[in-house]
């Protein structure tokens, strides 16, 4: 049996799509129209509309439709449930038309027999009576190759326009867009003085309570073996070893400060060599994919490796995996980080598995974090951050 040609498959799959979304927004029109009541107010509206807006970017491919909710004004949101109500029973109905007549004639055709007698043929042959094989065979056909074309030449196009009046009206405005950004900024602003001063009495904290008391503990020691130092030549010599026990101690802690700052690690191997030491320190399997990266900003660098070393202590203790991915791509001026593991999923923020921490870091270089974590898994958490140019 021949395939069909992959040109043909993807023209037909193009129609079969057309045609369900067409039929759909004929049926959501109507729907609209009886719940009017309803859909006036602003939270049916936003959501009704940004079901509308999903289901129209993926007709249209967007690689990543919009999940978050329609944010336009009230007379946006009013305009585009007009344009709904008019659009949707106006595009549908022409393809009921024209792919009903393309069916109706198929189903004449071997059925001529069994129609009322003086039954004409309709469409493009209206007038001519169905009174033999040749005429059911002749008419039919045409008729139903004929609409048949036409639904595949018009549902397509109809489909798009449709779904591009659909985004259009239910997409921000460059105003909004604006506002936005701004009310983005200043939530992200306000995170990251809250975690940069969060960070600042965390170090202060961890140096006063460890690393500062430990001097003042090897001072001590080194004083009184000062004072020793002719009478008691072994206390001195046990001192001396505290000390240098203590010292050693100190400066394992502030390695660990520093590392909670700005881990060495990077400096010396970079971002694809740090990824490489945590995945190899990982309690379960790492597999590590790095692409070029060219340079990145030390900021991102760090808040990129913290990120991924979050993702993988969470899918460690949390997730009950025995495997995670860890993908990271530079795709113009962005940082694409992306972890993913084959646990349980369902993984909840609120509940402390150390999502929120990656959320907030991201969010303080103004990036992004997306999860997806579905219950029986995978989980994925993707973060992207602006590198420059």
């Known amino acids: 049996m021949s395939r069909m040609n992959p ?10 799509r057309a045609l369900g979304y067409l039929l759909g927004s004929l049926g959501t029109a109507l729907a609209a129209l009886l719940a009017l009541p309803v859909l006036l107010a602003p939270t049916p509206a936003r959501a009704w509309a940004s079901w509308h807006r999903r289901r129209a970017q993926r007709l249209l491919g967007a690689p990543d439709p919009a999940s978050e909710p329609v944010r336009v004004g009230a007379w946006r949101l ?5 344009a709904c109500v008019v659009t949707g029973p106006a595009f549908g109905l022409v393809v009921v038309l024209c792919a009903g007549n393309a ?3 198929a189903v004449t055709v071997p059925l001529w027999w069994a129609l009322p007698e003086g039954t004409r043929a309709g469409g493009f042959a209206a007038g001519a009576p169905l009174s033999g094989w040749g005429t059911a065979l002749t008419l039919g056909t045409a008729q139903a190759v004929a609409f048949a074309a036409l639904t595949a030449w018009l549902a397509p196009p109809l489909a798009r326009l449709h779904a ?14 604006l506002a936005r950004r701004v009310e983005t900024l200043t939530e992200t602003r306000a995170d990251a003085m809250t975690a940069h001063g969060a960070e ?3 170090i202060e904290r961890d140096l006063h309570d460890g690393t500062q008391a430990r001097l003042v503990a090897i001072a001590i020691r080194l004083g009184v073996a000062r004072e020793l130092l002719d009478e008691d030549p072994r206390t001195v010599a046990g001192l001396l070893a505290e000390a240098h026990q203590s010292t050693e101690e100190a400066m394992a802690e502030l390695r660990t400060v520093i590392r909670s700052i700005y881990p060495p690690i990077l400096a010396d191997r970079g971002l694809a060599g740090a990824l490489a030491a945590l995945g190899a320190r990982s309690a379960i399997d790492t597999t590590l994919d790095v692409g070029g990266l060219g340079t990145v900003p030390a900021a991102v660098e760090a808040v990129a490796y913290f990120a991924v070393a979050e993702a993988l202590t969470n899918a460690a203790k949390h997730s009950g995996a025995t495997r995670t991915t860890v993908r990271v791509a530079r795709r113009g001026d962005r940082l694409s980080v992306e972890v993913t593991d084959n646990g349980v999923g369902g993984a909840d923020e609120t509940r402390g598995t150390g999502i929120a921490g990656i959320r907030h ?4 270089l103004d990036g992004t974090v997306h999860v997806h974590s579905p219950g029986g898994g995978p989980t994925t958490i993707g973060v992207s951050l602006a590198c420059g140019s």
């Not at 009013?78 to 007009?82: D, F």
């Not at 870091?361 to 303080?364: D, E, S, W």
């Open 7 to 16: 040109r043909a498959a993807g023209r037909l799959s193009a129609v079969w």
């Open 78 to 82: 009013l305009g585009w449930l007009g």
């Open 103 to 105: 069916v109706s004639a």
């Open 164 to 177: 591009r009046i659909c985004v259009a009206l239910l997409s921000p405005s460059a105003a909004e867009r």
């Open 200 to 202: 600042l009495r965390r």
């Open 361 to 364: 870091r991201v969010r303080a």
